[in-house]
């Protein structure tokens, strides 16, 4: 019906009903419910691993041995969880923080790249021995607490929360460096802008995001949102409905014209969300 290579999945708030009706699959979130996951399985072809643990970032590339490996083993047991619903082929995790300066993060603060690509390989290993795929998403660019009229060259990032995979280019690179068969990356559109916002100049930004579809053959899911990328709410995770944003249409096309599977990665209404999929069939 839209032109894309998969059928596309939405989340499952859109209900059952809709998602029917509309011939769409459905993605976990980062915090479903394992009831959740099990009301819709039949119907659930990705899941969301978390982030979080009792308020602190899961980083499987810490510096701290003891909260590294506590994070890997969340990864596997979701995974283990995910391989249990018969419809799941895909598995998406974030890259782990490169520092992560936050009161209620007591141990793992501090991550290591060459420690990241090897956790990452072990969970990408035992995802294969379940039958899943894992994917990789682009991280955000974390403007929590910057004021929205202090100009993006005079941030100082030194000590800001950073992740891994942000930019373009690292982010490719870890999924180069993982080099596991069952291993790609997972295109989030919206986090695309929030890197972009680092960059002051209106034009640079339009290229960094479409750099971020420079690789195609390495991106095998897409979590697909859109965002404001000429003012500073693009400096958020908007999540904003598709072609309500200001992300180029170029780079909306780039997405529709992927070999992955694709999540519309927010609902609002299912009158939105048929605004959606026509605006995504008219690309």
């Excluded at 989340?11 to 009903?17: F, K, N």
């Excluded at 929590?144 to 690179?173: C, H, N, Y």
């Excluded at 460096?177 to 930004?205: E, I, M, Q």
């Excluded at 529709?256 to 048929?274: C, G, M, N, Q």
Aim: one cysteine or more; a negative charge.
């Amino acid at each position: 019906m839209t032109g894309t290579k998969h059928p596309l999945a939405v989340r499952m708030e859109a209900g059952r009903d809709a998602l029917e009706r509309l011939g769409l699959t459905c993605e976990s979130k980062i915090d479903q419910s394992i009831d959740d996951m099990r009301r819709m399985s039949d119907l659930m072809t990705s899941a969301h691993a978390p982030t979080m643990k009792a308020g602190a970032r899961l980083n499987v590339g810490a510096t701290d041995e003891g909260f590294r490996q506590e994070s890997i083993q969340e990864m596997l047991t979701f995974i283990e969880t995910a391989a249990g619903f018969s419809r799941v082929k895909k598995v998406n995790m974030h890259p782990g923080p490169k520092q992560w300066p936050d009161e209620l993060q007591t141990t793992g603060r501090y991550g290591d790249y060459g420690f990241q690509i090897d956790a990452i390989r072990q969970i990408g290993d035992y995802a294969a021995a379940k039958g899943l795929e894992l994917v990789l998403e682009n991280n955000n660019a974390n403007f929590a607490g910057v004021p929205d009229d202090l100009p993006t060259e005079e941030i100082d990032w030194s000590e800001r929360k950073q992740s891994f995979g942000a930019s373009p280019e690292e982010w490719m690179q870890i999924g180069v460096d993982v080099d596991r068969p069952n291993v790609g990356l997972c295109l989030d559109s919206s986090h695309t802008s929030t890197y972009a916002h680092t960059f002051a100049d209106p034009k640079r930004r339009e290229e960094i995001v479409m750099s971020f579809v420079s690789r195609p053959e390495l991106i095998k899911h897409v979590h697909w949102n859109d965002n404001y990328l000429y003012d500073t709410r693009g400096r958020t995770d908007s999540h904003a409905l598709l072609g309500k944003g200001t992300l180029p249409l170029d780079l909306h096309r780039a997405i529709k014209s992927l070999d992955a599977t694709i999540v519309i990665e927010h609902f609002y209404s299912v009158e939105e969300l048929e605004e959606e999929l026509e605006f995504i069939a008219g690309l």
